[in-house]
């Protein structure tokens, strides 16, 4: 009889630690999931933008350091064909470059153009799905305590082994798919000349 009582409390502590393992269980899984390579990609790059748009840095400094970013960080030639549409194939090989640059300078004067809709306290990753081989899309939010908080969504790309960004939605509006609409107004205004476009982007600096 005497062996009983400890019997009881063992199996007392086993159902208590195993309780409290269920309890913990979600939040374990959320952390797990949480710690894929995208979404950490994405809390490092999206915390640096934060950041940028949060100091109190002079205009000009904020474009500059937010075009780092994008020299590092965000997959320029991908996005900047899928921006041209159909008429990508047409445009001379001499003036790639050259566009890449200008499209790197239009997307960091959108971002100055757009501060109040990044500011905030910190991104929080809310979770990703694989949309196929090395194609992530990285659901997340600003926190703001002063406003009421806004969705960022992310596609993320592997290319050659290194995460790079492709694409951003803010408030509902995907990046790349802006842009396409605009060049494909302004190239067809202009006869389908793929080169208007440089012309284009000149004028907007």
């Not at 305590?145 to 290319?159: E, F, K, L, Y």
């Not at 107004?185 to 907007?204: F, Q």
Request: aromatic share 6%; net charge positive.
């Amino acid at each position: 009889m005497t062996a009983c009582p400890s019997i009881t409390r063992r199996r007392v502590l086993r159902l208590v630690l195993g309780a409290t393992a269920l309890a913990a269980a979600p939040s374990l899984i959320h952390e797990a999931l949480a710690a894929t390579p995208a979404e950490q990609y994405v809390e490092r790059v999206g915390n640096q933008i934060l950041a940028i748009a949060n100091s109190g840095a002079s205009t000009s400094r904020k474009r500059s350091q937010f075009r780092s970013v994008l020299v590092n960080h965000v997959d320029i030639p991908t996005l900047a064909t899928f921006a041209l549409g159909p008429h990508a194939r047409s445009l001379d090989r001499r003036h790639r470059n050259e566009y890449y640059d200008l499209l790197r300078e239009h997307i960091a004067d959108l971002f100055i153009r757009n501060l109040d809709d990044i500011r905030g306290d910190r991104l929080e990753i809310t979770g990703s799905t694989r949309r196929g081989n090395g194609d992530y899309v990285v659901t997340s939010r600003i926190l703001r305590r002063s406003r009421g908080d806004a969705p960022v969504n992310w596609r993320v790309i592997s290319r050659g082994g290194r995460l790079r960004i492709f694409d951003v939605n803010i408030s509902g509006v995907w990046l790349a798919i802006q842009l396409r609409s605009e060049f494909s107004s302004v190239i067809n205004r202009e006869g389908g000349r793929a080169e208007a476009i440089l012309g284009y982007l000149r004028g907007r600096r």
